[in-house]
C-alpha cells in the first residue's frame, strides 16, 4: 500500500497532476520534518519526536490544501517524509564517496551527470506553481 501510494505520488508529480512541491521552502521544510524525525527515533530523544512530528503535521496541512484531497494529500506527504531525504542522501553520497579519492576524469563526469539528473528531479517535483 505505501509503495503503490509512493510510485503513485511520483508519477503524478512528474506530470504534474499533483503539487508535491509547492517551493523550495516545503522541500526545506521536508527535509527537516523528516530528518528530525529520523533524529528522534535514533536518539530516543521526546523532544526531537515531537519537533519532527509538528513539522510534519505543518507539511500535511500544507499538502492537503494544495491537492485539495485529504486522500491525496496524505500520500503527497508519505512521498514528501520518504523522498526528501532519500534525495539528500543520494547527493551527499558522491561526494563522500570520492572527495578522498584522487578523481579521475571519468568518475568527475559520472557525478557530474548524477548531480544533474537528481537536481533535475527534484526541479520537476517542485510543481506548485506549474499545477
Known sequence: MVAAAWVYTLVQGLRNKLVVY??????????LAGTVMLAGQ???SICTSLFGLLLCVISAIWSI???RSILTGLAVCLFKFTFAPCWLTLMLVPWFLYRS???QGATKVRSAT???LMALLMFRLVNGRRH
Do not use: C, E, P
Not at 509547492?22 to 527535509?31: E, G, H, P, Q, T
Open 22 to 31: 509547492a517551493s523550495i521552502k516545503d522541500v526545506v521544510l521536508s527535509l
Open 42 to 44: 535514533l536518539t530516543g
Open 65 to 67: 490544501r494544495r491537492n
Open 101 to 103: 579519492v584522487n578523481q
Open 114 to 116: 548524477f548531480y544533474g
